[in-house]
């Protein structure tokens, strides 16, 4: 034991605030396609990750951050979302999740699931909804409003509403058709098309992911990482800008001091 001027007396270590345990922890980060496969199918799952547990436990490992698993058309990976309660049977089933999260305590490990908030999948039944819905319905309108639906720019509305561009390249707005045929508004997708951006000014969508949160954590997960949560809050009004928008300035990461 130290003993030196450096060492920290007793008294003060027991009143130092004691640091989240994630703060210290060694994370280790699953992309369940690629990491292992149970049933020899070709594609990695989620019993190929709870077989694998004891390897990670081995390793040292405090916790496990799975990549998305949830039911999705993999437009990106699994992170454009069509349902995110349940698993995507390329990866298993909800009782396969069950059966890792079980296995992971037993050894000891916590679990965090990454969560993506930014967008759903165009797949999703809010999604589906939003665009078979009559836009100048009351219902139509409170569907729409999950999203970020605006008006085309010029006289007929052909253009899109800023200049705002994919992260994925090309311009971030796709046209809708209404549901009786005619061109419609645009929708804003900081990513791939088939993923519309989220209005997380909207108290419902705020709910939603409440929600989906205590789901998992009901499951037994220790806690979700959100993906991307720079690009979350948009100017409301979705004015052109002179130069690139602030999500894609606004640093990701800051060194811890
Ligand atoms: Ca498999």
Same mark, same amino acid.
């Given at each position: ?155 007929? #509305?052909?253009?899109? +509403?800023?200049?705002?561009?994919? &992260?994925?390249?090309?311009? $971030? %707005?796709? @046209? =809708? ?53 720079? #690009?979350?809050?948009? +100017?409301?009004?979705?004015?052109? &800008?002179?130069?690139?928008? $602030? %999500?894609? @300035? =606004? ?7």
């Amino acid at each position: 034991m130290t003993t030196g001027p450096l060492s920290t007396p007793p008294s003060e270590a027991r009143n130092r605030p004691q640091n989240p345990w994630w703060v210290d922890a060694v994370i280790y980060q699953v992309y369940p396609r690629s990491f292992a496969d149970a049933d020899g199918n070709g594609m990695g799952d989620l019993a190929g990750v709870t077989a694998r547990l004891p390897y990670l436990q081995q390793l040292g490992v405090d916790a496990v951050w799975l990549s998305p698993f949830y039911v999705s058309p993999q437009k990106d990976g699994g992170y454009d979302v069509a349902d995110y309660r349940d698993v995507d049977p390329l990866f298993g089933t909800l009782a396969d999740a069950d059966a890792l999260i079980d296995a992971a305590h037993e050894a000891g490990l916590r679990i965090i699931v990454d969560l993506v908030p930014n967008h759903t999948s165009s797949a999703h039944p809010w999604f589906t909804e939003a665009l078979a819905t009559d836009p100048d319905t009351e219902e139509g309108r409170a569907a729409r409003d999950r999203y970020m639906f605006r008006p085309g720019a010029g006289a007929d #509305g052909s253009e899109p +509403p800023n200049n705002w561009q994919s &992260t994925f390249g090309g311009q $971030a %707005w796709t @046209r =809708t058709t209404n549901p009786d045929g005619t061109p419609g508004d645009w929708y804003l997708h900081l990513f791939d098309s088939s993923q519309p951006d989220l209005n997380w000014e909207n108290p419902e969508v705020r709910d939603e992911f409440e929600d989906i949160l205590r789901f998992w954590l009901d499951r037994g997960w220790t806690g979700s990482g959100w993906t991307w949560p720079t #690009g979350w809050s948009r +100017p409301r009004a979705c004015r052109t &800008t002179p130069s690139a928008p $602030a %999500w894609s @300035r =606004t640093p990701a990461w800051r060194r811890r001091r």
